[in-house]
């Protein structure tokens, strides 16, 4: 059974920084997309930042790039992302999902091209 669980979801004022975690369990497959997704209230969820667990492959959301940063590390199963310069838009629950799928090279951005998904950690900025 496939589990993801992410962490490090917090409330923090603009311009902060946090470091949110995503362990896998129950992968058979040893080299795939993990990817973090972001969702607000009454918006659609956006992909933010996918990473190839084989190496490179890495995507970023235009609205984050330069600020958040995805990596891996195979031994843990997890990935990482370290959001800096945190905004009040980047407001949101942050969900981590896997795939198998790679378009052209790199991770895809698409919610629907990831079939596992974790449960979700709430980033809040307050300006």
């Known amino acids: 059974q496939v589990q993801l669980v992410e962490s490090g979801g917090a409330s923090v004022q603009a311009g902060g920084s946090l470091r949110l975690s995503c362990e896998a369990s129950?992968?058979?497959?040893?080299?795939?997309?993990m990817g973090w997704f972001r969702q607000a209230p009454g918006q659609e969820r956006e992909g933010v930042a996918a990473?190839?667990?084989?190496?490179?492959?890495?995507v970023y959301a235009d609205s984050v790039k330069g600020r958040f940063t995805i990596s891996h590390d195979n031994a843990k199963n997890t990935v990482y992302l370290v959001m800096n310069s945190l905004k009040p838009e980047d407001t949101a629950e942050y969900f981590c999902?896997?795939?198998?799928?790679?378009?052209?090279?790199?991770?895809?951005?698409?919610?629907?091209?990831?079939?596992?998904w974790g449960q979700g950690t709430q980033v809040t900025v307050s300006s």
């Open positions: 129950g992968f058979t497959y040893r080299r795939y997309c």
């Open positions: 999902a896997t795939a198998l799928i790679l378009r052209g090279g790199y991770c895809s951005s698409d919610p629907a091209d990831f079939r596992y």
């Open positions: 990473t190839y667990t084989g190496g490179g492959g890495t």
